[in-house]
């Protein structure tokens, strides 16, 4: 007579385990996901990071290169909105400036800051011995033609050293920005600034 009720109990328990081993297997296929997904975006994060870092290095690279060059063989299109676009190489194991392995670097918004007559007591320099002079590279700011050797100042002639020099410093700003497809949205904008000698007749281009 009891042997009904033993397996409807038998067949409730089987029932709550099947449940149970549901549910179970429900959570871990999420916690599963979630790490999956987890992992994804970390490594997405990582490589964006990376790209970030090298369009950076870029621009820096795109910048110290134009203010290592002269100041007379700057391209005019710095000074505009857009620039000048230049490719710049990554620094990987090929070296012929593709797309793969470049990056497209916009010059641009150069603009004079600050521009100054030097002083000539700025320019006069004294050795042990006593003897005020001017260096080499410095004798075109009086008028000289920069000839090897010192040229000695005579302190007790006429003049002051507080008067203009023949020469000025400009201090320009200039941008770079990173603007490459492998960047999706980002454009990584690098500034930075240099003080320029000139000649002080060319003073007024150097800062229109």
Known sequence: MKMPSVRRACRAQSGAVLMIGMVMLL???????????LS?????IVGNEQVRTEAVA????????????PYTSWDPSYRTAAGSTTSVNLGTS??????????????????????????????????SAGTY?????????????????????????????SDNSLCATVLYDMQAQANDPKLLNAAPLVQQGVEVRTDITALADSCS
Do not use: W
């Not at 994804?40 to 997405?44: E, G, N, Y």
């Open 27 to 37: 959570m871990i296929s999420l916690i599963a996901i979630s790490v999956i997904r």
């Open 40 to 44: 994804t975006r970390h490594t997405q």
């Open 58 to 69: 870029a621009a820096n690279y795109a910048l110290d290169t134009v203010m290592n060059q």
């Open 94 to 127: 090929k070296t012929a400036d593709s797309t793969a392995v470049s990056m497209n670097v916009a010059v641009k918004n150069l603009e004079c800051k600050r521009a100054r007559v030097i002083k000539s007591a700025e320019l006069v320099q004294r050795n």
């Open 133 to 161: 002079y001017v260096a080499p590279t410095d004798t075109s700011c009086f008028g000289g033609g920069g000839s090897p050797g010192l040229t000695i100042v005579d302190t007790s002639a006429t003049g002051s050293p």
